[in-house]
């Protein structure tokens, strides 16, 4: 039976599919204390481990396993649980298999919320998700979400979603898209950039609060803009002159009033020389003392459709192969047009890691993990714009009916099966 929700203190959270931690550190930035981290790739858990004090050190469980293994039941009535299950199935680089591809693990997302319901949920994935080949199963996403309880006839059956879907379509009906133990579901696509990442990177966020807090997601404003970019460089010659660079600008630039429109109050875009400052050049096969994981690295070299990062721009979004690196968006250009590799401490300012975190694994694997990431100033945005959610309802006080939920529970989910089979 459901009884007056009020927000915990100090707000806790668990993360499944953790990679190398950018959103773990993100929705840390925002005030959640971690419990566990859950991660399959020993690499990445060996990240984790190396800078486990930022995670909340012996308070949090780095969990190195499958998590089709995993009990979620002792983590109930954690305050966030977060997720970037994995994006290979949607990716539009992969092999497009989608729902039915078996790095598809989105089940183990909606298990993990039935055997801990929390009060809010985040998931993170890539762009390609939302193709419209792929609408029906976004829907089915938001859908099961939304009905935690409403479960499949077959979790065992990869194509089962599609029946899965028909009656969580009859539930959302039923209750005119809100249960009284489920979740309110929004999603939303954002770019990095948007917010003061110095890299164009769009991914989509899934966030859900509980039914009975009776509050919406309301997801983040933009901060920073192309816009504001093009008047730092082209108008007042601002972004110019702070990298002390002689470049040309002009008050009368006959686009300035557009320009000066669209970006209205927002900052510039934080370019990939932004990121960069202060960092010196990288020396092959060297760790500059003071800098971890600042080495260069030998071989980069140019191709159609792979000719690096312009350095005054945010970078190309980093990406993550699963046979190696993709030389092109892991490259800098400079301005002579000649391109050398980022050094896994470069790319880790790319996607906002702080400079004292540490990367274990060879290069290859250093930077598979991070161009998995989701970087951390996002995640901490998102985080924080779940965290303002969860503070205005704990303000109220009124609740549906705990009968209501009671018979829900007991009753109608049950006939909603039934009506399935």
């Given amino acids: ?56 050190g012996d308070r949090c469980l780095v969990h190195e396993g499958d998590v089709r293994d ?16 994995p994006c290979q199935p949607f990716s539009i680089a992969g092999r497009h298999r989608a729902a039915n591809d078996e790095r598809n693990l989105f089940p183990e997302v909606f298990r993990a919320v039935r055997e801990t319901r929390p009060l809010a949920v985040v998931i993170e994935n890539v762009k390609g998700l939302l193709r419209p080949v792929l609408r029906d199963f976004v829907k089915y996403i938001e859908l ?8 499949p006839d077959d979790p065992a059956n990869p194509d089962g979603w599609r029946d899965h879907l028909v009656t969580l379509s009859r539930a959302d009906a039923r209750y005119g898209g809100e249960a009284p133990t489920g979740y309110r579901v929004r999603k939303q696509l954002l ?11 769009e991914r989509v966020f899934f966030v859900a609060l509980r039914s009975d807090l009776e509050s919406w997601w309301t997801p983040p404003a933009p901060t920073h803009s192309f816009e504001a970019l093009k008047i ?31 970006a209205g109050t927002t900052a510039p875009w934080v370019t990939l020389r932004d990121a960069l400052v202060e960092l010196p050049e990288p020396v092959n ?41 993709p030389g092109g968006e892991n490259m800098l250009r400079r301005v002579n047009g000649s391109v050398r590799y980022l ?44 965290l303002s959610g969860l503070m205005a309802a704990a303000t109220r006080t009124t609740l549906p009916p705990a009968a209501r939920a009671e018979q829900y529970v007991q009753e109608e989910i049950p006939g909603l099966l039934i009506g399935s089979r």
């Avoid at 927000?7 to 773990?24: D, K, R, V």
């Avoid at 730092?232 to 429109?261: C, D, F, I, Q, T």
């Avoid at 312009?310 to 970078?315: G, I, K, Q, V």
């Avoid at 598979?368 to 714009?385: C, D, E, F, M, Y």
Wanted: hydrophobic fraction near 40%; charge should be positive; include cysteine.
């Fill in 285 to 325: 096969g060297a760790d500059l003392k003071g800098f971890h994981n600042h080495i260069g690295q030998p071989g980069a070299k140019a191709y159609p459709g792979h000719t690096g990062s312009a350095l005054d721009l945010p970078s190309k979004t980093l990406k993550a192969g699963v046979h190696g690196v």
């Fill in 191 to 201: 770019n990095a950039a948007d917010f003061g990442v110095p890299q164009r990177r």
């Fill in 343 to 386: 050094t896994i401490r470069e790319a880790a300012r790319v996607q906002t890691f702080p400079d004292k975190y540490r990367f274990l694994g060879a290069w290859s694997e250093a930077m598979r993990q991070i161009g998995n990431a989701v970087p951390v100033k996002l995640g901490g945005i998102v985080a924080s714009s779940i």
């Fill in 144 to 151: 099961q979400l939304a009905y935690p309880d409403v479960l």
């Fill in 1 to 56: 039976m459901l009884d007056l929700v009020m927000l915990p203190h100090p707000s806790t959270s668990i993360e499944l599919f953790t990679g190398a931690g950018g959103l773990a550190l993100g929705v840390a930035s925002a005030g959640f204390k971690h419990r566990l981290l859950l991660e399959y790739n020993r690499y990445a858990c060996n990240t984790l481990r190396a800078n486990h004090q930022l995670f909340g």
């Fill in 70 to 85: 995993f009990d979620f039941r002792p983590y109930a009535g954690v305050t966030l649980l977060a997720a970037g299950a």
């Fill in 232 to 262: 730092s460089k082209e108008v007042s010659g601002e972004y110019w002159a702070r990298h002390r660079l002689n470049r040309k600008s002009s008050l009368g630039h006959p686009s300035a009033g557009k320009w000066l429109r669209s």
